[in-house]
T-cell receptor
Framework: DADVTQTPRNRITKTGKRIMLECSQT?????MYWYRQDPGLGLRLIYY???????NKGEISDGYSVSRQAQAKFSLSLESAIPNQTALYFC?????????????FGPGTRLTVL | ELKVEQNPLFLSMQEGKNYTIYCNYS?????LYWYRQDPGKSLESLFV?????AVKQEGRLMASLDTKARLSTLHITAAVHDLSATYFC????????????????FGTGTLLAVQP
């Protein structure tokens, strides 16, 4: 079984709809991240969480919100989706704690906003 | 603001040839990561470089880090078709107090195509 899972894997929605992307991990890591990937722009950090009570904005948080329901679960919400939020979204985890902080990525969610 | 630049953005090379991908970054950091992404897939961690002068090798790939020059290189030796993918470097954003924030800033990626 995959260590980092994301649901759904693909989603098509309409402008103005609220949607939630979910991420779960079995790696036991404290730190979780949400990124979006756009062609030619690499990955950009949306939000990150270093433990259940710690939520921080990344480079491009406008239009997004997150919830850390448990150590293993971190969800990303688009309150009112717009077409320029069409992208590939990745969740990642790391162990932090002064270690290598190597981030491990989920399989991604391809989101299309019409 | 930390900026991470990779070059080239696209690299077409023949099997058996050697080449280097460069990753430059604009502010202090001692941590740099290399990832591989196959089309439509997730990112796979290749190397973690944690200090100046760090060198890591795996198969035909070797990565190095020069924190003074703010430069990392990913060297490909005797390329094979299976290495075709997009390669990203990512730099840990350094805090003002001096230390890793564990927030990664990614380069835009280098698309590598190895031709037979």
């Amino acid at each position: 079984d995959a260590d980092v899972t994301q649901t759904p894997r693909n989603r098509i929605t309409k402008t103005g709809k609220r949607i939630m992307l979910e991420c779960s991990q079995t790696k036991g890591h404290d730190r979780m991240y949400w990124y979006r990937q756009d062609p030619g722009l690499g990955l950009r950090l949306i939000y990150y969480s270093f433990d259940v009570k710690d939520i921080n904005k990344g480079e491009i948080s406008d239009g997004y919100s997150v919830s850390r329901q448990a150590q293993a679960k971190f969800s990303l919400s688009l309150e009112s989706a717009i077409p320029n939020q069409t992208a590939l979204y990745f969740c990642a985890t790391s162990d932090g704690g002064g270690g290598m902080n190597e981030q491990f990525f989920g399989p991604g969610t391809r989101l299309t906003v019409l | 603001e930390l900026k991470v630049e990779q070059n080239p953005l696209f690299l077409s090379m023949q099997e058996g040839k050697n080449y280097t991908i460069y990753c430059n970054y604009s502010t202090t950091s001692d941590r740099l990561y290399w990832y591989r992404q196959d089309p439509g897939k997730s990112l796979e961690s290749l190397f973690v470089l944690l200090s100046n002068g760090a060198v890591k090798q795996e198969g035909r790939l070797m990565a190095s880090l020069d924190t003074k020059a703010r430069l990392s290189t990913l060297h490909i030796t005797a390329a094979v078709h299976d290495l075709s993918a997009t390669y990203f470097c990512a730099v840990d954003l350094w805090a003002s107090y001096g230390g890793a924030t564990n927030k990664l800033i990614f380069g835009t990626g280098t698309l590598l195509a190895v031709q037979p």
